[in-house]
């Protein structure tokens, strides 16, 4: 079985463009959450959406947004992107969201 | 939210010994898992484990929810066991987690 795939691996952007990271689960998994790693904050929950639908949200500006399509796959999309927001960013699936949880290789997002 | 404050931050090892990582987290919770980042950023998931012991080779963990705090066991420590390892947490209805901040653990040969 396929594990989660993220793409792309690494992106470099400027300020003030926008971004979308792209995110496959495994097969069978309707869960997909989506985490921020940095080295300042740790990991740090952004949503997590469920048969398209977001059921979560963590604690982030709403230039965050994401979205679930009927196959599970899932995008997160960052506007307007910020110094700030250079991280890793993961993604992970699971088959119902609360229970073991399978982490991508992430995207590695540089903001200069 | 949960606070989740693991120890110790810094570990180095040699090749063959044991070591021992604490987790203690700040309010109940029913969902617990331990994860190891490699070098390479990927997080791979060890144990499920809100309660109750497990093991899985080398690796085994502990987790006492009534005291609120969770134990990993590495045996036998070998160079590919380097990385952080993160204890993460829910409580009951949520499936957010929260992450404590790692044990950065190095063995050496």
């Known amino acids: 079985k396929a594990g989660v795939t993220q793409t792309p691996r690494y992106l470099i952007k400027t300020r003030g463009q926008q971004v979308t990271l792209s995110c496959s689960p495994i097969?069978?998994?309707?869960?997909v959450s989506w985490y921020q790693q940095t080295p300042g904050q740790g990991l740090q929950f952004l949503f997590e959406y469920f048969s398209e639908t977001q059921r979560n949200k963590g604690n982030f500006p709403g230039r965050f947004s994401g979205r679930q399509f009927s196959n599970s796959r899932s995008e997160m999309n960052v506007s307007t992107l910020e110094l700030g927001d250079s991280a890793l960013y993961l993604c992970?699936?699971?088959?119902?969201?609360?229970?073991?949880?399978?982490f991508g290789s992430g995207t590695q997002l540089s903001v200069l | 939210g949960i606070q989740v404050e693991q120890s110790p931050p810094d570990l180095i090892l040699q090749e063959g010994a044991n070591s021992t990582l604490r987790c203690n987290f700040s309010?109940?919770?029913?969902?617990l898992q331990w994860f190891h980042q490699n070098p390479w950023g990927q997080l791979i998931n060890l144990f499920y484990i809100p309660s109750g012991t497990k093991q899985n080779g080398r690796l085994s963990a502990t987790t006492v929810a009534t005291e609120r705090y969770s134990l990993l066991y590495i045996s036998s420590s070998q160079t590919t066991d380097s990385g952080v390892y993160f204890c993460a947490v829910g409580q009951t209805g949520a499936n957010n987690l929260f992450f404590g901040t790692g044990t950065r653990l190095t063995v050496i040969p």
């Open positions: 309010d109940s919770v029913n969902n």
């Open positions: 992970a699936s699971s088959s119902t969201g609360f229970e073991k949880l399978f």
């Open positions: 097969s069978g998994h309707r869960s």
